[in-house]
């Protein structure tokens, strides 16, 4: 009996699928590779996990764990074939408990839904990336998602407590718990979180809420230079200012949004611009806003437009949303390159994107996350006589970004995930002994190698 029969045989048609539809379905995410699985597997619970993964090792069959599929580094396409293993049916929010400041829920819970759940009842779950209306909790534990808050807030990691994993073997590790504070041996949690399906596949997680502040606040402003924006980066937390985020835009990205959207939503001299938004008690916030909007007019800032209504503050996400579309709407293919510098480097690394801009032609455009360092750095694909993406060139361009920033004390990923985009970078990015650390942790876990295989040069 093959390994596609016994699994059938166990689990049902409905689980296990091997039609054309689902294969093509579950063989890539939003990076441009993709492979065909031999099979796809539908499990509702951690159960039905356990009985995929014991056949899976029996027989010694390449697993790719899957989320939602919105991934921009093929961490999910299964270059080894075998079986796509998705948690999307496992949508379940199970608990979402105030008194304990926590929420219980299976790994195909949409992020977008399980804020929606928590701020019915007052509560918040904070970490928002952009594809937050799409991408699942599973998926966000297994890259370590972020988003604009986390400036303030932090990362995926700061909200995992509790989960359930289960091996590649089959067994079912439970790590963690549903308190705020556990000491209890190594730091398992934290292990999983970012580890890209590769030592185990989630199936229940126990997250941590707090208190939804009563009230935000938000503002947009240009500056006629690029390093202005990034002096006021600095100034706004030097002089005791953390806002929920803090976003900065290069000259190259508002030339494409002002084309797009409209000449008169950006001034035509901008060559910087800063969004930020803060919350908190409602009179605390006014005050806040007030003096932002006096430092940023000492700082020769134009265009200021401050927002406290929801619609006004949902006016400048939108605008921040333009951005990246601004940028598609050029033709060109955009190579979003999630790295993450210094924050003292913010004029440096746009330097160094002009530069290589000049010396090859192709446009290199930033824009992001200016609180934390994480800047959006995209390097649009440049289109040969057929109309083929000059992908060699643009390869060639991000090798350089990630040396300088590497060079610089940077990452080469802040959200994003290596997958199979990054990996050959990856050892030059973390080093030997790291890379030994990781590849003895990934035999521990996973001695046949199985889970997620290809990803990460492991």
């Not at 803090?246 to 060559?271: Q, Y």
């Not at 290596?418 to 002994?433: D, E, N, Q, T």
Request: aromatic content about 4%; some cysteine; proline content about 5%.
């Amino acid at each position: 009996m093959s390994w596609i029969s016994e699994l059938k045989e166990q689990l049902g048609d409905a689980c296990i699928r091997t039609d054309a539809e689902a294969l093509q379905a579950h063989a890539g995410d939003k990076w441009h590779a993709a492979v065909l699985p031999e099979a796809v597997a539908l499990p509702e619970s951690t159960e039905e996990v356990v009985r995929i993964l014991r056949v899976a090792s029996a027989y010694g069959i390449p697993v790719t764990p899957r989320g939602a599929g919105v991934g921009y580094v093929g961490g999910c396409v299964p270059v080894h074939r075998g079986l796509v293993l998705s948690t999307a049916r496992m949508n379940k929010i199970l608990e979402i408990n105030p008194a304990d400041g926590v929420a219980v829920v299976e790994p195909g819970v949409l992020t977008a839904d399980l804020q929606a759940a928590c701020a019915a009842q007052g509560w918040f779950y904070p970490p928002d990336p952009a594809s937050r209306k799409e991408s699942s909790i599973g998926g966000n534990i297994a890259t370590n998602a972020g988003g604009p808050r986390c400036l303030k807030y932090g990362v995926t990691r700061a909200y995992v407590l509790g989960l359930n994993v289960v091996l590649a073997d089959g067994r079912v590790l439970s790590c963690g718990g549903r308190t705020h504070k556990n000491k209890q041996g190594f730091d398992l949690v934290s292990l999983f979180c970012g580890s890209e399906g590769m030592l185990g596949v989630i199936t229940r997680a126990t997250l941590r809420l707090i208190p939804a502040p009563p009230a935000r606040a938000a503002l947009h402003a240009s500056f006629p230079r690029f390093a202005l924006a990034a002096e006021a980066v600095q100034r706004i937390l030097q002089a005791g200012h953390l806002p929920c985020a803090l976003e900065i835009t290069d000259a190259f990205t508002l030339a494409a949004a002002r084309r797009h959207m409209g000449g008169s939503v950006l001034p035509e001299a901008a060559e910087g611009h800063l969004i930020l938004e803060i919350d908190g008690q409602p009179e605390a916030v006014r005050h806040e806003l007030q003096d932002l909007v006096a430092l940023l007019e000492g700082m020769g800032a134009v265009g200021i437009s401050p927002a406290l209504s929801e619609e006004a503050i949902e006016e400048i996400w939108q605008l921040r949303r333009g951005f990246s579309e601004s940028l598609k709407a050029t033709g060109l293919t955009k190579l979003n390159e999630d790295i993450v510098i210094p924050r003292s480097r913010l004029v440096e690394l746009v330097e160094f994107c002009a530069q290589l801009q000049r010396e090859s032609g192709i446009p290199v455009a930033c824009f992001g996350h200016s609180g934390d360092g994480n800047i959006h750095t995209n390097i649009m694909v440049l289109k040969d006589e057929e109309g083929n993406d000059r992908r060699d060139q643009a390869d060639a361009l991000v090798h350089r970004l990630f040396a300088w920033v590497l060079s610089r004390g940077g990452s080469i990923t802040g959200e994003h995930g290596i997958g199979l985009a990054k990996a050959r970078w990856f050892p030059s990015a973390v080093g030997s002994v790291a890379m030994e650390v990781h590849r003895s942790l990934k035999l521990a876990l996973d001695p046949q190698g199985i889970l997620n295989p290809g990803k990460m040069s492991l």
